[in-house]
């Protein structure tokens, strides 16, 4: 097995441009964002790499828009949906041959399962779910910050031998790329010399469930609530406002331990980290982790009865209520006001 490259010998910055249904995932305009930082920074390329069935010209497009200056361009037909194997065996190759400084993958199932197994082939390390990454400004390292011990502190982690770095990011963190229209990339076709017998894993059928909720990484409106919500059933509520606001539902991690809401809808630094136009907390006191993973949204309403509770410091708009008399308020003058 090949041993990664020393710092003196990289170059350039990667992002892994995760495809969902054929469509670059949303993550990706976050990593370019954030790829373009650190490769100015750095005085490097900003590059992305692409796998996928067949050379899809619209996506280079997309990806030289938000940002790329080099596009990794690997088309198979073994390549047409994620398989651990498949996707790993290109990867592996590609770093040890172009040797990069930095490789950067969305924090979501599939940057999960592929990032650390190409970390194991190349001998680096890896930092799992980033929330900031910089460079430091003497050595020229990457620092990778985490949550760390449930969300109590906050780890800044270096690699400093041995490369690429490598970092998984959280959805959701980081701001994303502006997308350049006519901004143009080098294209770098490559041919994996794949084999069927290298996957171990074959695709039978692909079920798609419908849901009913908006991601909460991408929801404009979020209605949280929290232990002070008093029960489950405190959520339909929380629901009908939601629905009203074109928005969606989201939860403390209290009240998702206390089995009142499923995990998927935690907020936090031990959920999703969201950023949405408006976030309203409905019965949320606003613990440290909770506050790390929703203070990034552009308007805050807090509703407690709780006048001390910490998440009005954060909030941009505070009722000191009980939320079971303030949101049919809300809702009676929202029909009011639209009607």
Same mark, same amino acid.
């Given at each position: 097995?090949?041993?990664? @490259?020393?710092?003196?010998?990289?170059?350039?910055?990667?992002?892994?441009?995760?495809?969902?249904?054929?469509?670059?995932?949303?993550?990706?305009?976050?990593?370019?964002?954030?790829?373009?930082?650190?490769?100015?920074?750095?005085?490097?390329?900003?590059?992305?790499?692409?796998?996928?069935?067949?050379?899809?010209?619209?996506?280079?497009?997309?990806?030289?828009?938000?940002?790329?200056?080099?596009?990794?361009?690997?088309?198979?037909?073994?390549?047409?949906?994620?398989?651990?194997?498949?996707?790993?065996?290109?990867?592996?190759?590609?770093?040890?041959?172009?040797?990069?400084?930095?490789?950067?993958?969305?924090?979501?199932?599939?940057?999960?399962?592929?990032?650390?197994?190409?970390?194991?082939?190349?001998?680096?390390?890896?930092?799992?779910?980033?929330?900031?990454?910089?460079?430091?400004?003497?050595?020229?390292?990457?620092? @990778?910050?985490?949550?760390?011990?449930?969300?109590?502190?906050?780890?800044?982690?270096?690699?400093?031998?041995?490369?690429?770095?490598?970092?998984?990011?959280?959805?959701?963190?980081?701001?994303?790329?502006?997308?350049?229209?006519?901004?143009?990339?080098?294209?770098?076709?490559?041919?994996?010399?794949?084999?069927?017998?290298?996957?171990?894993?074959?695709?039978?059928?692909?079920?798609?469930?419908?849901?009913?909720?908006?991601?909460?990484?991408?929801?404009?409106?979020?209605?949280?609530?929290?232990?002070?919500?008093?029960?489950?059933?405190?959520?339909?509520?929380?629901?009908?406002?939601?629905?009203?606001?074109?928005?969606?539902?989201?939860?403390?991690?209290?009240?998702?331990?206390?089995?009142?809401?499923?995990?998927?809808? @935690?907020?936090?630094?031990?959920?999703?980290?969201?950023?949405?136009?408006?976030?309203?907390?409905?019965?949320?006191?606003?613990?440290? @982790?909770?506050?790390?993973?929703?203070?990034?949204?552009?308007?805050?309403?807090?509703?407690?009865?709780?006048?001390?509770?910490?998440?009005?410091?954060?909030?941009?708009?505070?009722?000191?209520?009980?939320?079971?008399?303030?949101?049919?308020?809300?809702?009676?003058?929202?029909?009011?006001?639209?009607?």
């Amino acid at each position: 097995m090949s041993v990664s @490259q020393s710092a003196s010998s990289s170059q350039n910055v990667w992002v892994f441009a995760e495809l969902r249904d054929g469509v670059l995932a949303p993550v990706v305009m976050e990593l370019l964002g954030e790829g373009r930082k650190l490769a100015d920074t750095l005085g490097h390329k900003l590059c992305a790499v692409l796998l996928t069935g067949s050379s899809d010209s619209r996506l280079h497009s997309q990806l030289a828009g938000y940002g790329a200056d080099r596009i990794y361009s690997a088309a198979h037909p073994l390549l047409a949906h994620y398989t651990t194997d498949g996707f790993a065996a290109v990867l592996t190759e590609l770093i040890l041959q172009e040797s990069p400084e930095i490789v950067l993958f969305g924090a979501t199932h599939v940057g999960r399962d592929l990032a650390p197994r190409i970390a194991a082939r190349v001998n680096t390390g890896l930092t799992a779910d980033c929330t900031s990454l910089d460079i430091d400004p003497e050595t020229g390292n990457l620092r @990778q910050t985490r949550p760390a011990f449930g969300g109590n502190l906050m780890a800044t982690i270096l690699c400093p031998v041995r490369r690429p770095q490598m970092s998984t990011v959280r959805p959701g963190v980081m701001d994303k790329a502006v997308f350049l229209e006519g901004r143009s990339a080098e294209i770098i076709p490559i041919c994996p010399a794949l084999k069927e017998e290298q996957i171990r894993t074959q695709l039978i059928q692909a079920v798609s469930e419908t849901l009913h909720q908006v991601s909460l990484s991408e929801a404009r409106v979020i209605v949280s609530g929290g232990l002070g919500l008093g029960g489950p059933e405190g959520y339909e509520l929380l629901k009908k406002l939601a629905g009203r606001l074109g928005g969606t539902i989201g939860a403390s991690r209290a009240a998702v331990d206390a089995g009142w809401i499923d995990p998927t809808r @935690q907020v936090g630094q031990t959920g999703t980290t969201v950023k949405p136009d408006v976030y309203i907390a409905c019965g949320i006191s606003g613990a440290i @982790q909770h506050l790390a993973g929703m203070k990034g949204s552009k308007i805050i309403i807090a509703i407690n009865t709780n006048r001390e509770a910490p998440i009005f410091e954060v909030a941009d708009y505070g009722l000191v209520g009980d939320y079971k008399e303030v949101i049919p308020a809300i809702l009676e003058r929202l029909e009011r006001t639209i009607s």
